[in-house]
């Protein structure tokens, strides 16, 4: 079992950057991978970022890539979405996920077993 509680979104202007942190319980965090997962207002949930549990292997949604960076830190039980040159496009829910998919740190859902509550990032133009 994994619980998982986003932090660090708010508003920003276009431009702008923020670093999100998804702090997990469990002592077996080190074993999964972990997703960054968004949805805004009418659309359906998208995939953002992933993270393998070593970390060694990162996979990005071709609209954030170049601008986003997942990392995590596993003595810290914590994975974070440090995010760049944000513009209004990127104004969504920001969801943090677990996988226990062995070596899985991909863009489908399903594989994702666990779900923080999410957090509002908020990007003006």
């Known amino acids: 079992q994994v619980q998982l509680v986003e932090s660090g979104g708010g508003l920003v202007q276009a431009g702008g950057s923020l670093t999100l942190s998804c702090a997990a319980s469990?002592?077996?965090?080190?074993?999964?991978?972990m997703g960054w997962f968004r949805q805004a207002p009418g659309n359906k949930r998208e995939f953002a970022a992933g993270i393998s549990w070593s970390g060694y292997r990162t996979t990005y949604a071709d609209s954030v890539k170049g601008r986003f960076t997942i990392s995590r830190d596993n003595g810290k039980n914590t994975v974070y979405l440090q995010m760049n040159s944000l513009k209004p496009e990127d104004t969504a829910v920001y969801y943090c996920?677990?996988?226990?998919?062995?070596?899985?740190?991909?863009?489908?859902?399903?594989?994702?077993?666990?779900w923080g509550q999410g957090t509002q990032v908020t990007v003006s133009s």
């Open positions: 469990g002592r077996t965090f080190s074993r999964y991978g």
């Open positions: 996920a677990a996988t226990s998919a062995l070596g899985y740190n991909g863009p489908v859902e399903d594989e994702y077993r666990y």
